[in-house]
C-alpha cells in the first residue's frame, strides 16, 4: 500500500510538474506571438503611403508608342543641389563617354532647391551636363526619393528603355567609389540581357 501511495504522489507530482512547463511554455508562446504582432504593426505603420499612378510615375520617364532609336536607350537622372554640382556629378561623364554613350540618351539634371539655384549653374558642370535638359525637383519626386530611400543627393537614377529604375544610387564623394558606380553603370548599359 505504502508503495502504491508513493507511485500515485509521484505520478500526480509528474502530472503537475508537466502542466506547469505546458502552461510556461503556452505563456512564453503567446508572449512571443503579442511581441512579434506589435513589431509587424510597427512595421506596417512605418510603410511608405501608397501612391496613385500618377504619383508613383513622378520622376519616370515617360515611353512613346512610337519607339525611336533614342526611346531603346537607357537615360540617366542626376538629382542634385547646386552645392553638390562642383565635383560629385562627374560621374555624368562616364555616361556621356566611352562604350555607355551608345546605349544611354544625354544624361539629365534635377535642381532641388529654388529657381535661383540655377542661375549660372551650367559653367559648374561637368561637361557632360552642360547642355543637358535642366529642371527643378518637384515635391512629389521628392516623396518618392524618400520613399525608395534616397534622402541627401546628388542621386543617380537610370533608366531602362521600357522606363524602369535600374540603379538608384547615391553618388559618393570618393572617387573610388565613383569609378566603381561608373563601371557598374558601363556593365548594365553594354551588357545587359535585357535590352
Keep these: 500500500m505504502l508503495i502504491a501511495a508513493r507511485r500515485e504522489a509521484r505520478q500526480a507530482s509528474r502530472h503537475r510538474r508537466r502542466r506547469s512547463l505546458l502552461l510556461m511554455a503556452s505563456a512564453t508562446l503567446l508572449a512571443i506571438l503579442a ?3 506589435l513589431d509587424v504593426r510597427r512595421v506596417l505603420a512605418a510603410m511608405p503611403h501608397r501612391f496613385s499612378a500618377t504619383q508613383r510615375r513622378a520622376i519616370l520617364p515617360s515611353v512613346s508608342h512610337q519607339a525611336t532609336s533614342d526611346d531603346l536607350r537607357f537615360r540617366a537622372i542626376f538629382v542634385a543641389q547646386r552645392a553638390d554640382c562642383n565635383g560629385n556629378l562627374s560621374l555624368a561623364n562616364v555616361v556621356a563617354t566611352g562604350p555607355a554613350r551608345k546605349k544611354t540618351a544625354p544624361p539629365e539634371l534635377i535642381i532641388q532647391g529654388s529657381s535661383r539655384d540655377t542661375m549660372g549653374l551650367r559653367l559648374e558642370l561637368p561637361f557632360a551636363l552642360r547642355n543637358s535638359p535642366l529642371r527643378l525637383l518637384r515635391r512629389e519626386e521628392q516623396s518618392w526619393l524618400h520613399d525608395i530611400g534616397h534622402h541627401a543627393t546628388p542621386v543617380l537614377l537610370l ?32 551588357d545587359d540581357p535585357s535590352h
Design 159 to 190: 533608366f531602362d528603355h521600357e522606363s524602369r529604375l535600374r540603379i538608384a544610387s547615391h553618388v559618393d564623394a570618393d572617387p573610388v567609389a565613383r569609378v566603381a558606380l561608373g563601371r557598374a553603370i558601363t556593365h548594365l548599359v553594354t
Design 35 to 37: 511581441s512579434l504582432s
